[in-house]
């Protein structure tokens, strides 16, 4: 498995919750990264997004000001931390490494995915 996610579970809204992703092949530090969610009945949607070196960010407005993404390339790990948590936020979350040096949108664009992990906010 190139990608390993971990860190989901069920928090209680207005809750925190971490999720790191490992690049256990260690290929994906000059690639941008993404974290994606996908709800029952819905797409698949870039949470956040990070370029190579950590200087560019995305955030779906739904997100903004609560959560934060960050990467490590010299622990070849990507995180993201979840703040205020609210029940539209119960999804299965996803790490991925595109295949350029920045993030997108376009899920076709990533090469590599993480397993998922399930986050379910309780209210």
């Known amino acids: 498995v190139q990608l390993q996610a971990s860190g989901g579970g069920l928090v209680q809204v207005g809750g925190s919750m971490r999720l790191s992703c490992r690049d256990s092949?260690?290929?994906?530090?000059?690639?941008?990264m993404g974290w994606f969610r996908q709800a029952p009945g819905n797409d698949r949607e870039l949470v956040a997004g990070?370029?190579?070196?950590?200087?560019?960010?995305y955030y779906t407005d739904s997100v903004k000001g609560r959560f934060t993404i960050s990467r490590n390339n010299a622990q070849n790990t990507l995180t993201l931390q979840m703040n205020n948590l609210r029940p539209e936020d119960t999804a299965v979350y996803y790490c991925?490494?595109?295949?350029?040096?920045?993030?997108?949108?376009?899920?076709?664009?990533?090469?590599?995915w993480g397993q998922g992990t399930l986050v379910t906010v309780s209210s």
């Open positions: 092949r260690r290929t994906s530090s000059n690639n941008g």
């Open positions: 991925a490494a595109a295949r350029s040096s920045t993030w997108t949108t376009d899920t076709s664009a990533y090469r590599y």
């Open positions: 990070i370029d190579w070196k950590g200087s560019s960010t």
